[in-house]
């Protein structure tokens, strides 16, 4: 199984991935955040997606992160690379959206802002403004693609985490209107152990 390279970063960044791992755990026990795990497993299964993203997509500029729950993979992401020029995290659940409030604010992240809503109502605010959207647990590749579409700059990517049911998605998704605005998904990684995957759909100048 891959690990976080938590050495590979400087004092600093560790010492505020530790703190947001910290106010992750404590907060969960009450607001049910993230599933039972332990500091370990954050790490290595939920923080290592951001690792992951930033490996296969270097040139973000501007990002939304769509159903962000928690800040995963925002708050990561915004932690680790300083070139982002900026990150919204949107989230529609208003105990998750005080918790991301809470983290933004406690590490002091300025270039990050949360929006409280629907991804269709933060494209009412930032239609074609992003060049990479994000969607980790969001539902199947279909909803994803849809919900992204109005957010992305054309010629953005929308980032969708997947799991072992992806082939099922790919094909449905093959056959629905939605896929004539992306080019065809490209896979980015893949576990073979977990049978994980990152998924790329790059939106297209105008829907065929």
């Known amino acids: 199984m891959e690990r976080f390279p938590f050495h590979h970063f400087d004092l600093h960044t560790r010492e505020r991935l530790e703190l947001y791992a910290e106010e992750l755990l404590k907060w969960s026990k009450t607001y049910n955040l993230i599933g039972p795990c332990t500091r370990e497993v954050l790490f290595n299964r939920h923080f290592l997606d951001g690792v992951l993203l930033l490996d296969q997509v270097a040139t973000i500029k501007t990002l939304a992160d ?5 800040g995963l993979p925002g708050i990561v992401v915004a932690l ?4 982002i020029e900026t990150i919204c995290l949107i ?3 208003k105990k998750r959206v005080r918790f991301l409030n809470h983290v933004v604010q406690l590490l002091q992240l300025n270039k990050v802002t949360v929006f409280h809503g629907l991804a269709k109502e933060a ?22 693609a ?15 985490f997947k799991g ?21 998904p490209k896979i980015l990684y893949e576990s073979m152990e977990t049978g ?3 998924v790329a759909l790059i939106k297209k100048e105008v829907c065929a």
């Open 164 to 184: 072992s049911n992806y082939p099922l998605e790919q094909q449905q998704f093959t056959h629905h209107q939605i896929s004539a605005c992306y080019d065809a």
């Open 123 to 144: 494209a009412k605010r930032w239609n074609g403004t992003f060049d990479t959207v994000v969607s980790r647990g969001l539902g199947d590749l279909i909803l994803g």
């Open 66 to 70: 769509i159903g962000s729950g928690a």
């Open 80 to 83: 680790l690379a300083q070139h």
């Open 91 to 93: 989230e529609p659940r």
């Open 146 to 160: 849809r919900e992204a579409w109005p957010l992305l700059a054309p010629g953005g990517t929308h980032i969708a």
């Open 196 to 198: 994980n995957r990152m």
